[in-house]
């Protein structure tokens, strides 16, 4: 079983990531964003428990899901300006909340052309020999390769409504390959923290997805990387061995708390789960805990259905008092792909092509494979099928949807494979297919696995280094192993509490909004996962959710059991991202970014 089934259903009906010429996912800039931020249509009816909106502002040139993270200090709010849906107007609005009843947009940072904010949004005070101030931190990913920055953005926002740049565009330059760049690699989150004397920025790197990379920016003019470390590889324990599926492991977010006079970080490492780091050595992490992911899904099993955990390990923070760990796992897939090689009894690694027909609850696909070939106009192919088979495409010259449709076009088939090609970016890759078709396809699956279903000998270090041959070694028509795809309803993302503690770190209970666990709910209402969780400063057992479609949640822990006490939709529904807590003349209060509109402010009224 594989989680990118669920990242294929994500992508349909929009391009989440920026697809190559044949509609693959570049790995660099979809790995991160192609497992998240849904566009489902549809929405939960408006709803009030205990909550008060106490304000809300539209931002200026907002299109539906524009917005993205939101950060808070003090007495400013900074919302991203998302680059997935324009490549125009991208950046972060800076609003003035010092009034929270009544918040004025009175800046706006614009990024380098080409290049888009979205998870990594922070505003931090640090003092240094070399700075002393506040400075916003913001991440860049691509909407246009050629102009586009990476890296992380410091800009000085001391007075925030003259927001200066300190510098655009640090981070790693080595490649996936292990070239070098002149820019930095697109990051998808970033955070700062003061350490006394020295300060430093953690960021995701897309290009090597499983790196943590830290830059020590006490001089934030003069920003210099210190650490460049997979966790994976450093700290093995981290990894789950089973179930099969929570394969893809590489770092989301990031947060950095000082417990007990030590700097500790919490890394979201998607289906590695969440890992607490030492870091008051930033170039040299400690391990103190991470957590698994209970087999079979305690969530979905208190819904009456028994199915493996998805993982996808998102975003996660302390607690006031540093007790305990709270995780909200992204995702948009309700239902999830099996795919097996019946023949070897192997899984495969592939995933429901974006624009293709999709597999209904509880249908399976079972066929003899055929080697089609690669599919595009003027290639040897197969021709027609028996009305029975699956056909086994290969990735490259063309477009996936050029693919389908020759394989439609030859008939006799009730489904098709597309496996990847030779090259650095494929081989042993799993990536999105953007692809339209009127028969179900699944695709990419990593080059060994297709080799595999017709018995062929593979070398992936001779795949990689481009030696291997380019085509499969057999003729168009050749049949082979027998494959079987099946769906089935294993529910949307939802959040974990955890006992902070050292080692493994025990699950102590899970929460999901109702609809989300039910199949009635599975389309038509909008997305119904989980993003994010802000924890109370005020209270130790309280927390406050962003929940995308689902809207703003609030739940307490009562007896090591998250209990919801609070929750808002808007009329006409809410499309909530990012949540952040402050507090202003002795209340707490929450922001909340609404992808579609801008900035909310609750004040929770519960006891």
Same mark, same amino acid.
């Given at each position: 079983?594989?989680?990118?089934?669920?990242?294929?259903?994500?992508? !349909?009906?929009?391009?989440?990531?920026?697809?190559?010429?044949?509609?693959?996912?570049? $790995?660099?800039?979809?790995?991160?964003?192609?497992?998240?931020?849904?566009?489902?249509?549809?929405?939960?009816?408006?709803?009030?428990?205990?909550?008060?909106?106490?304000?809300?502002?539209?931002?200026?040139?907002?299109?539906?899901?524009?917005?993205?993270?939101?950060?808070?200090?003090?007495?400013?709010?900074?919302?991203?300006?998302?680059?997935?849906?324009? *490549?125009?107007?991208?950046?972060?609005?800076?609003?003035?909340?010092?009034?929270?009843?009544?918040?004025?947009?009175?800046?706006?940072?614009?990024?380098?052309?080409?290049?888009?904010? &979205?998870?990594?949004?922070?505003?931090?005070?640090?003092?240094?020999?070399?700075?002393?101030?506040?400075?916003?931190?913001?991440?860049?990913?691509?909407?246009?390769?050629?102009?586009?920055?990476?890296?992380?953005?410091?800009?000085?926002?001391?007075?925030?409504?003259?927001?200066?740049?300190?510098?655009?565009?640090?981070?790693?330059?080595?490649?996936?390959?292990?070239?070098?760049?002149?820019?930095?690699?697109?990051?998808?989150?970033?955070?700062?923290?003061?350490? &006394?004397?020295?300060?430093?920025?953690?960021?995701?790197?897309?290009?090597?997805?499983?790196?943590?990379?830290?830059?020590?920016?006490?001089?934030p003019r003069s920003p210099r990387q210190i650490a460049d470390i997979d966790l994976a590889e450093r700290f093995p324990q981290i990894l789950q061995a089973a179930p099969s599926n929570l394969g893809e492991v590489?770092?989301?977010?990031?947060?950095?708390?000082?417990?007990?006079?030590?700097?500790?970080?919490?890394?979201?490492?998607?289906?590695?789960?969440?890992?607490?780091?030492?870091?008051?050595?930033?170039?040299?992490?400690?391990?103190?805990?991470?957590?698994?992911?209970?087999?079979?899904?305690?969530?979905?099993?208190?819904?009456?259905?028994?199915?493996?955990?998805? &993982?996808?390990?998102?975003? $996660?923070?302390?607690?006031?008092?540093?007790?305990?760990?709270?995780?909200?796992?992204?995702?948009?897939?309700?239902?999830?792909?099996? $795919?097996?090689?019946?023949?070897?009894?192997?899984?495969?690694?592939?995933?429901?092509?974006?624009?293709?027909?999709?597999?209904?609850?509880?249908?399976?696909?079972?066929?003899?494979?055929?080697?089609?070939?690669?599919? *595009?106009?003027?290639?040897?192919?197969?021709?027609?099928?028996?009305?029975?088979?699956?056909?086994?495409?290969?990735?490259?010259?063309?477009?996936?949807?050029?693919?389908? !449709?020759?394989?439609?076009?030859?008939?006799?088939?009730?489904?098709?494979?597309?496996?990847?090609?030779?090259?650095?970016?494929?081989?042993?890759?799993?990536?999105?297919?953007?692809?339209?078709?009127?028969?179900?396809? =699944?695709?990419?699956?990593?080059?060994?696995?297709?080799?595999?279903?017709?018995?062929?000998?593979?070398?992936n270090d001779a795949c990689l280094s481009g030696t291997a041959p380019e085509l499969l070694p057999v003729e168009p028509g050749t049949t082979g192993d027998t494959l079987t795809f099946a769906s089935y309803f294993?529910?949307? &993302?939802?959040?974990?509490?955890?006992?902070?503690?050292?080692?493994?770190?025990?699950?102590?209970?899970?929460? !999901?909004?109702?609809?989300?666990?039910?199949?009635?709910?599975?389309?038509?209402?909008?997305?119904?996962?989980?993003?994010?969780? $802000?924890?109370?400063?005020?209270?130790?057992?309280?927390?406050?959710?962003?929940?995308?479609?689902?809207?703003?949640?609030?739940?307490?822990?009562?007896?090591?059991?998250?209990?919801?006490?609070?929750?808002?939709?808007?009329?006409?529904?809410?499309?909530?991202?990012?949540?952040?807590? =402050?507090?202003?003349?002795?209340?707490?209060?929450?922001?909340?970014?609404?992808?579609? =509109?801008?900035?909310?402010?609750?004040?929770?009224?519960?006891?």
């Amino acid at each position: 079983m594989v989680t990118l089934g669920a990242l294929m259903v994500a992508l !349909a009906g929009v391009a989440l990531a920026h697809p190559e010429a044949d509609g693959g996912i570049d $790995a660099e800039d979809g790995a991160h964003d192609l497992h998240q931020h849904g566009d489902t249509a549809g929405h939960l009816p408006a709803t009030n428990e205990n909550v008060d909106v106490v304000s809300k502002l539209k931002l200026e040139n907002v299109v539906p899901e524009k917005i993205a993270d939101v950060g808070v200090h003090k007495g400013y709010a900074y919302l991203a300006a998302w680059g997935s849906v324009t *490549c125009e107007d991208n950046g972060v609005h800076v609003v003035d909340i010092r009034d929270a009843a009544n918040p004025k947009e009175i800046k706006f940072i614009r990024s380098k052309p080409g290049s888009y904010p &979205g998870e990594g949004i922070q505003t931090v005070s640090i003092t240094t020999p070399k700075f002393r101030g506040d400075i916003l931190v913001s991440n860049n990913e691509k909407c246009n390769e050629n102009t586009g920055y990476g890296g992380v953005n410091l800009y000085d926002v001391t007075r925030p409504n003259k927001a200066l740049p300190l510098f655009e565009g640090a981070g790693d330059t080595s490649g996936a390959n292990g070239v070098k760049r002149k820019r930095a690699n697109a990051i998808h989150s970033a955070f700062a923290w003061d350490a &006394g004397n020295k300060a430093y920025v953690v960021i995701v790197d897309n290009a090597e997805a499983t790196d943590v990379d830290i830059l020590d920016i006490t001089d934030p003019r003069s920003p210099r990387q210190i650490a460049d470390i997979d966790l994976a590889e450093r700290f093995p324990q981290i990894l789950q061995a089973a179930p099969s599926n929570l394969g893809e492991v590489f770092l989301h977010d990031m947060v950095v708390k000082e417990i007990d006079g030590h700097q500790v970080m919490l890394a979201s490492y998607w289906d590695a789960g969440y890992v607490a780091l030492n870091v008051d050595d930033p170039a040299n992490p400690e391990y103190i805990g991470d957590t698994d992911f209970n087999n079979p899904d305690p969530e979905a099993s208190e819904s009456g259905f028994t199915v493996p955990p998805e &993982g996808n390990g998102h975003q $996660a923070e302390f607690n006031e008092d540093n007790s305990l760990v709270i995780g909200a796992d992204e995702d948009f897939a309700p239902f999830a792909l099996q $795919a097996k090689n019946v023949t070897d009894g192997t899984d495969l690694t592939a995933g429901q092509g974006s624009g293709t027909k999709k597999l209904e609850e509880g249908e399976t696909i079972t066929g003899e494979s055929v080697y089609f070939g690669r599919g *595009c106009n003027g290639d040897p192919s197969a021709g027609a099928g028996g009305g029975s088979q699956i056909a086994v495409v290969e990735r490259g010259l063309c477009t996936f949807t050029e693919k389908i !449709a020759n394989v439609e076009a030859a008939g006799g088939y009730k489904a098709v494979l597309v496996f990847n090609r030779t090259g650095t970016d494929a081989c042993d890759a799993s990536l999105g297919m953007n692809v339209d078709g009127g028969i179900p396809a =699944f695709g990419v699956a990593p080059r060994g696995q297709g080799f595999a279903i017709f018995n062929q000998p593979y070398d992936n270090d001779a795949c990689l280094s481009g030696t291997a041959p380019e085509l499969l070694p057999v003729e168009p028509g050749t049949t082979g192993d027998t494959l079987t795809f099946a769906s089935y309803f294993d529910g949307w &993302g939802y959040v974990h509490l955890y006992d902070n503690s050292g080692g493994k770190m025990a699950e102590l209970d899970t929460y !999901a909004i109702p609809e989300a666990h039910d199949p009635e709910y599975a389309s038509g209402f909008g997305d119904l996962s989980i993003h994010e969780v $802000a924890t109370s400063r005020e209270d130790s057992k309280l927390a406050y959710f962003s929940y995308y479609s689902g809207g703003f949640r609030i739940a307490r822990v009562q007896d090591n059991e998250l209990v919801e006490v609070g929750r808002f939709i808007d009329e006409g529904g809410s499309n909530l991202w990012g949540v952040e807590v =402050f507090e202003q003349d002795g209340k707490e209060y929450v922001a909340a970014s609404d992808r579609d =509109f801008g900035l909310y402010i609750f004040e929770y009224t519960g006891n």
